[in-house]
């Protein structure tokens, strides 16, 4: 891979994809050109340098609390959901492969067969090797979101940023699929995620970013990209942190 020469403005990263966004307009499994330009983009900023980690969810699959809604146990249906982000992890894996990227899946349940545990050195050791590490299977407890993974993870291995890619451009005031009145923040604080309970990650992920002073970015996955843009730090989606962005 041939380097970029423009300087990235993030040099390692946690990148949040949730699963309904690699089902693409199918609302359940995974679309494989939806996978498969998700894969091209993670390359094209690996190709600039920048340490790639990859939270994913299961929503394509099965979500927890739907699950559990529905009748079977809490801590049952979380641990299906773990195993569906598992899936999404091993077909990312393929996809990155494919173009050439070395990658390596760790999951917080252990099942050695098909990845490595979650150890924290050897993730850092691998984004220091230029490889992306996929986090699957949560935190490996029930009752915590792929979120809450998600920002534990970036401050366990020292990212300078959360990057949220979801299926909207960024928060809203309210869902603009509803209202249509909805404004779009561009910046936003912590405590103001909290206090007017914006569906930007679940109160927990969003406390655990403030604590450790992680900055998020909300932005649209579905346009080929965004990573790249975000990366370089244009300011497109919303910024969430104790600061405003520069």
């Not at 809490?74 to 959901?81: I, K, V």
């Not at 249509?180 to 990650?201: C, E, H, P």
């Not at 604590?211 to 910024?239: A, C, W």
């Amino acid at each position: 891979m041939q380097l970029n020469t423009n300087s990235p403005k993030y040099h390692r990263i946690i990148l949040k994809i949730s699963g309904e966004a690699l089902a693409g307009d199918k609302g359940f499994g995974i679309n494989n050109d939806v996978i498969s330009d998700i894969a091209q983009q993670i390359s094209d900023v690996v190709a600039m340098g920048v340490q790639t980690a990859i939270v994913v969810g299961g929503g394509n699959f099965w979500r927890g609390i739907a699950g559990s809604k529905a009748g079977t146990d809490r801590s049952t249906a979380d641990y299906m959901g773990m195993l569906a982000t598992v899936i999404n992890a091993l077909a990312l894996q393929d996809a990155l492969e494919k173009i050439g990227v070395a990658v390596r899946v760790q999951t917080a349940i252990e099942m050695r067969q098909v990845a490595e545990p979650y150890i924290r050195r050897r993730a850092i050791r691998h984004l220091e090797k230029g490889r992306v590490v996929i986090f699957a299977a949560g935190t490996g407890n029930p009752f915590f979101s792929t979120d809450t993974t998600a920002a534990l993870r970036a401050a366990e291995i020292e990212a300078e940023v959360v990057l949220l890619a979801k299926k909207v451009d960024g928060v809203y005031s309210a869902d603009p699929k509803v209202d249509s009145a909805a404004t779009k923040f561009d910046d936003l604080q912590y405590i103001d995620v909290l206090n007017r309970g914006l569906g930007v990650m679940d109160s927990t992920a969003t406390s655990l970013c403030m604590d450790n002073g992680m900055p998020i970015i909300v932005f649209n996955l579905q346009k080929s990209g965004n990573i790249r843009r975000v990366i370089m730090g244009e300011k497109i989606g919303t910024y969430v942190g104790g600061n405003r962005r520069d």
